[in-house]
């Protein structure tokens, strides 16, 4: 695997200019930070449900097997995500104390197995565990986070090359598919192999990100949520959607997902196919944006449509853009992209997060989390609020280090990063 230096270019400078940072990004710095304090006090070491109710977070429903607020599901590392980048933004110590705890218990969760059967296991310890690990050298958490890249290995079926998505792999309906985020969840095998020296995780990774590209991107550009193979023979069967409007249409997270996770294994791979797939994603997500540039939860709608916005993709987006810009090997290239992540962000603070006089504990209003199911349709998200909290910080944080890249821990156990 080529040697790419993942800490080279930081957001503010990837189109090799220098930007200063607008007062109402300060503002809007200000004010998520502000809720994520407020959040962190009131949720303690429980753990928020994954869209709010009316704008307000509740407690993680309990079920059969879980107590209310425990840690289960796909979303909840999201929560000490957005701590971590709000400790490396202000230095907090309670912050950096409360996501230290909750590192300790993605630790006990991975070590328990439980509520593991999931190719989520990348977005659920890079930034639990991986980020306890680069930002105050927590050695348990790089266990965990070791653990669980290992258990995500477990989901990968060599007859296809792909990871697989969702579910208990004994049960024949759970095998041979994967989804356009699994791109997400690659960073984490990534990290392992940075860390242990290991080249397997890198080599799945490889194989992986090769069948996405190829059968997930389709040739207009556009990108599949689902794709099927079988199981046995490993033969591509087909394209389909969980979440969008159709499965020959285009839902507006996976493409957002396509844009930053081909970047990011570009960054860190080399892989020129990876920038161009994330350049082909950008365009048409790109293209086909309403006129205040936050798209509607699936880009089939346009312009004089009613159908509901999703300012989670827009954040995704906003992140994946200037990612795109960070490492694209020409400068208008990067400067056209780089414009268009600050343009949305832009359009997010403007018009998608709360007013002086909203009750809210989102950071950003409007997303969806699946429309289909009349799920999380117009409410807040854990991961819209974790991924706008990031396009924030990577544009007023000089030099700041992506969870997502390969990086070497804190030193000393304290503070670490930019904290």
Request: charged share 20%.
């Amino acid at each position: 695997m080529p040697s790419i230096d993942v800490r080279a270019a930081a957001t503010d400078s990837s189109s090799g200019a220098a930007h200063p940072v607008p007062g109402d990004l300060a503002g809007a710095v200000a004010a998520a930070v502000a809720t994520v304090r407020r959040n962190a006090a009131a949720f303690g070491t429980r753990y928020p449900d994954s869209t709010t109710r009316e704008n307000l977070y509740p407690l993680r429903p309990a079920t059969a097997e879980f107590a209310e607020g425990a840690n289960r599901d796909w979303t909840t590392s999201f929560w000490p995500g957005m701590q971590w980048l709000a400790v490396e933004l202000t230095g907090d110590a309670d912050l950096r104390a409360s996501a230290l705890a909750h590192a300790a218990d993605f630790a006990r969760r991975v070590h328990a197995g439980e509520d593991l059967d999931t190719h989520d296991l990348g977005f659920l310890y890079t930034l639990s565990s991986v980020n306890a690990w680069r930002l105050a050298g927590d050695a348990a958490a790089r266990d965990a986070a070791l653990a669980a890249a290992d258990h995500l290995m477990t989901r990968f079926l060599p007859s296809a090359g792909i990871i697989q998505a969702w579910g208990d792999l004994s049960d024949p309906a759970q095998r041979g598919r994967t989804i356009v985020d699994s791109l997400m969840n690659m960073p984490l095998l990534t990290w392992a192999t940075e860390t242990t020296g290991d080249a397997r995780y890198a080599d799945v990774v490889a194989r992986h990100v090769v069948q996405v590209r190829t059968h997930l991107l389709r040739d207009d550009d556009s990108t599949f949520h689902t794709f099927y193979w079988d199981p046995e023979s490993g033969q591509p069967l087909r394209g389909a959607t969980e979440q969008g409007a159709g499965d020959d249409s285009c839902w507006a997270r996976g493409q957002a997902w396509g844009i930053y996770g081909f970047a990011l294994h570009h960054r860190t791979s080399g892989d020129v196919d990876s920038l161009r797939a994330a350049e082909r994603c950008a365009d048409y997500f790109l293209a086909h944006l309403p006129t205040d540039g936050v798209p509607f939860w699936d880009l089939v709608y346009t312009d004089g449509s009613d159908a509901p916005r999703d300012s989670s993709a827009a954040a995704i987006a906003a992140c994946g853009l200037l990612e795109l810009a960070s490492v694209s090997h020409d400068a208008g290239t990067a400067a056209r992209y780089e414009s268009a992540g600050r343009e949305m962000l832009a359009a997010l603070v403007a018009g998608y997060t709360p007013g002086p006089d909203q009750a809210s504990d989102a950071l950003l209003l409007h997303a969806v989390y699946d429309a289909p199911k009349g799920k999380g349709v117009d409410e807040g998200c854990l991961w819209g609020d974790y991924y706008y909290l990031e396009a924030l910080t990577r544009l007023t944080l000089p030099g700041w280090v992506s969870p997502w890249w390969p990086a070497t821990p804190a030193d000393d156990g304290t503070d670490g990063g930019n904290a």
